[in-house]
Every structure is written in structure tokens, then in C-alpha cells.
T-cell receptor
Framework: GAGVSQSPSNKVTEKGKDVELRCDPI?????LYWYRQSLGQGLEFLIY????????KSGLPSDRFSAERTGGSVSTLTIQRTQQEDSAVYLC?????????????FGDGTRLSIL | GQQLNQSPQSMFIQEGEDVSMNCTSS?????WLWYKQDPGEGPVLLIA?????ELTSNGRLTAQFGITRKDSFLNISASIPSDVGIYFC???????FGSGTQLTVLP
């Protein structure tokens, strides 16, 4: 597709379970970002990938959160031993390259609900 | 970390009115971006600003990058019902987001 694709669009799981969220960036975009949006809040930066460089993990809230980006394209955000406070919309964005001159294009997000 | 203060938090206006919202920060940003988010969807970029003092329009939308590089505003002229949504400002590479302005347009 032409835009950033995220799956699943909704995920409901029990506390303590692990979840994986997937992001397919726009083809050719080398930069990929994950954000978390809690209900009624702005977006909170989680992690950033640029090409083959080491990711910027400075926004990950705990060691239960991790992300991979295979082959410089698809990315997976994994949350282990989920907690109720992990409930949020997780948004992925991509841009053609890194840096301030590159606007980010967002997917529609994965709505994660922890019971 | 960087903090963006976005105001107002919410607005109720009459159709046809002009709207103004702004973001301020104690930190300098090199880029200001304005996004709109509809329910159940990801943010969509409205306007991107790259230079201090830059004034950019996109249809009925006008945004400016403050001279101090610590603020930006977004104006919407002659509002229409489809302008309803949450408007976010964002700055820098990782896009530090403001908390959003919920806009409601009354017929």
C-alpha cells in the first residue's frame, strides 16, 4: 500500500501475556519510529530506527519493551509481561530519511487493551 | 526531557469562525510540524515548518515558526464541520508532541 500499515488494528490480551505489534513502513523509507498514545494524551516517543544504525531506544519505558527492524523494512514492537498501564494506541511512523527536514507519516495504530 | 505546551486544550467554535492555537517550549526546535488526528486514525501531517520566522499556508490553514524557535501557531480560517479533530504540534526529529487541542465546530 501507499501508507504505513500496522497490524493488528486492535489487540485485547490478558495481563502478563506478551504481545507483538507489527509495522510496515512506506516503501523506501529508511527511518521508522514507534510512539505510544494514551487515552486523551499526546504521542510519547518510544524508539527510532534509521537504516543500519543502532536504534535510539531512549523512549522505551521499561525493559519489557523491545523492538526490532528486520531487513531495514518491517518492524515489530514487543511488550513482555504486559501490564494494564500498557493499554494505549501504539503508532508507527516512517520518513524517507532521518533529520529535521523529513516529516513523518503515520499508520493508523494498534489499539492495545490489557485486561 | 523536552516539553511542549499546547493551548488551548479544547475549543468550541461556531462554523465559519477563525481558530488559533499555539505551542510553546523552553527548548529550541529546528522543525515544527502540525498534525491533525481523527478518531481511530493516526495523525496526518498538515504543515511543516523548517525555518525560524517561516509562515506557511495550506488552504485555510496557516502556521508560523516563531522567531525564537521556541513557539509556533496554527490558524484555521472560516472553520467547517470537517475541521473537527485533535490538532497536535510537534518538534524535532523524534517529534516531541504537545498534548493536543480538541476542536469542536458547532453548526
Amino acid at each position: 500500500g501507499a501508507g504505513v500499515s500496522q497490524s493488528p488494528s486492535n489487540k485485547v490480551t490478558e495481563k502478563g501475556k506478551d504481545v507483538e505489534l507489527r509495522c510496515d513502513p512506506i516503501s523506501g523509507h529508511t527511518a521508522l519510529y514507534w510512539y505510544r498514545q494514551s487515552l486523551g494524551q499526546g504521542l510519547e516517543f518510544l524508539i527510532y530506527f534509521q537504516g543500519n544504525s543502532a536504534p535510539d531506544k531512549s523512549g522505551l519505558p521499561s525493559d519489557r519493551f523491545s523492538a526490532e527492524r528486520t531487513g531495514g523494512s518491517v518492524s515489530t514492537l514487543t511488550i513482555q509481561r504486559t501490564q494494564q498501564e500498557d493499554s494505549a494506541v501504539y503508532l508507527c511512523a516512517s520518513s524517507p530519511a532521518a533529520g529535521n527536514a523529513q516529516p513523518q507519516h503515520f499508520g493508523d495504530g494498534t489499539r492495545l487493551s490489557i485486561l | 526531557g523536552q516539553q511542549l505546551n499546547q493551548s488551548p486544550q479544547s475549543m468550541f467554535i461556531q462554523e465559519g469562525e477563525d481558530v488559533s492555537m499555539n505551542c510553546t517550549s523552553s527548548s529550541i526546535f529546528n522543525t515544527w510540524l502540525w498534525y491533525k488526528q481523527d478518531p481511530g486514525e493516526g495523525p496526518v501531517l498538515l504543515i511543516a515548518l523548517y525555518k525560524a520566522g517561516e509562515l506557511t499556508s495550506n488552504g485555510r490553514l496557516t502556521a508560523q515558526f516563531g522567531i525564537t524557535r521556541k513557539d509556533s501557531f496554527l490558524n484555521i480560517s472560516a472553520s467547517i464541520p470537517s475541521d473537527v479533530g485533535i490538532y497536535f504540534c510537534a518538534g524535532r526529529r523524534q517529534l516531541t508532541f504537545g498534548s493536543g487541542t480538541q476542536l469542536t465546530v458547532l453548526p
